[in-house]
Every structure is written in structure tokens, then in C-alpha cells.
T-cell receptor, first 113, second 115 residues
Framework: DVKVTQSSRYLVKRTGEKVFLECVQDMDHENMFWYRQDPGLGLRLIYFSYDVKMKEKGDIPEGYSVSREKKERFSLILESASTNQTSMYLC????????????FGPGTRLTVT | AQSVTQPDIHITVSEGASLELRCNYSYGATPYLFWYVQSPGQGLQLLLKYFSGDTLVQGIKGFEAEFKRSQSSFNLRKPSVHWSDAAEYFCAVAPFSGGYNKLIFGAGTRLAVHP
């Protein structure tokens, strides 16, 4: 089975802190994604990566950056956390040129106080 | 604008009753279509997907969905709901375009099941 893991299930950070959320997949997928999930808004794409060191902005990239130094690992970085970044963050991965099916991690619920 | 609409935010059904969750999309060409389920505190799990061919697709946990091109709809159904089906359900589309298989999600429908 495809496994996507995220470094933390719950995280509490203070305003202004630098926050790292990490995601690892074990199926050699080319594509990896970071989403933000908020009630009533569904999932919104923050960034995605289609190869090592390659990235592209999604729909809501402001306030976020990403890093992909190895194929299996995709990190989301909040340079200076703000209270409006309190949310559930979901990581996903998929094969390039496959069936477009994305596999999701369990999510990280981030609270910024 | 391209979008995915799930008209029902919350649905409550009794255990054993049938279920239909609605999904409509607005894209120029038929996209790839998906239904995902999210149990409380969990990530998303794929229930089923449609790419082409038979417009009635079967998924896991006894779910099925029907693609209707004329209505731009991809509704999810289950003939008899179990208490364990209580969860949030997301419809998603992968628009037909060259690229990196981005998914566009609806806002979700939260299902409650009464015993």
C-alpha cells in the first residue's frame, strides 16, 4: 500500500515563528502536493512539486514556501506563522502520467496563537 | 469559472437508508472525476474514480457513482448506509489539460448517520 506520512498530527506555534511541516511518501511518486483544508472551503492547493527541486504555486501560495531536496520528501514552510494560517494541512502524492489518483497523508492540524 | 459544486453541506440519514451525494462541475471537457472520504481526524481516502467508459463506477465500501455528461454531474450513491459511513465526502475533478494532475475539490458534504 502507498503510504504518505506527515511529521506531526498536531502542532501549536506562536505568531511569527518559522514552521516546518514535513511529508514523506514511500512509492517513488514524482508528484507531491500540499493542501490546506478549512471548513466550507474544501481543499485548496498551496504548492505542488513534479520533481526534485521543482515546484509550482497553487491557488493560495502566499505566506508559504516549499522544499523538495529528495524525491520522497516534500516540506511546507511557514516563514512567519500568522493566526490566519491556523488550519489542517494535508500532503498528497501521485504518479506522473498515471491515473491522477492522489494519495493523502493523515494531515497536520496547526494552531497558531 | 471552472468549479466543483457540492450543493449539500450537511446530510443526515438513518442507518439502512439509501444515500445520494451530489456533485456538479463546470469544465469545458469531461475531466477525470473522483470521490474521496475523510473520517474524523484522518486524511482522504479514495472511494472511486471515473476516467472513461461505463458511466456507472463501483468503488470501495459499497459506494457507486454515476457520471452524467448532459448534467455535468457525478453523484455518489450507496443503497444502505452503515453507521461507519459517517464522514465528510469530497468530490474532485482533474481537468483535462497537459500538466501535473492537479485536483480541484468541492467544499465537501458532511454525512451524519442516525441509528
Amino acid at each position: 500500500d502507498v503510504k504518505v506520512t506527515q511529521s506531526s498530527r498536531y502542532l501549536v506555534k506562536r505568531t511569527g515563528e518559522k514552521v516546518f511541516l514535513e511529508c514523506v511518501q514511500d512509492m517513488d511518486h514524482e508528484n507531491m502536493f500540499w493542501y490546506r483544508q478549512d471548513p466550507g472551503l474544501g481543499l485548496r492547493l498551496i504548492y505542488f512539486s513534479y520533481d526534485v527541486k521543482m515546484k509550482e504555486k497553487g491557488d493560495i501560495p502566499e505566506g508559504y514556501s516549499v522544499s523538495r531536496e529528495k524525491k520522497e520528501r516534500f516540506s511546507l514552510i511557514l516563514e512567519s506563522a500568522s493566526t490566519n494560517q491556523t488550519s489542517m494541512y494535508l500532503c498528497a502524492s501521485s504518479f506522473e502520467g498515471g491515473t491522477y489518483e492522489q494519495y493523502f497523508g493523515p494531515g497536520t492540524r496547526l494552531t497558531v496563537t | 469559472a471552472q468549479s466543483v459544486t457540492q450543493p449539500d453541506i450537511h446530510i443526515t440519514v438513518s442507518e439502512g437508508a439509501s444515500l445520494e451525494l451530489r456533485c456538479n462541475y463546470s469544465y469545458g471537457a469531461t475531466p477525470y472525476l473522483f470521490w474521496y472520504v475523510q473520517s474524523p481526524g484522518q486524511g482522504l481516502q479514495l472511494l472511486l474514480k471515473y476516467f472513461s467508459g461505463d458511466t456507472l463506477v463501483q468503488g470501495i465500501k459499497g459506494f457507486e457513482a454515476e457520471f452524467k455528461r448532459s448534467q455535468s454531474s457525478f453523484n455518489l450513491r450507496k443503497p444502505s448506509v452503515h453507521w461507519s459511513d459517517a464522514a465528510e465526502y469530497f468530490c474532485a475533478v482533474a481537468p483535462f489539460s497537459g500538466g501535473y494532475n492537479k485536483l480541484i475539490f468541492g467544499a465537501g458534504t458532511r454525512l451524519a448517520v442516525h441509528p
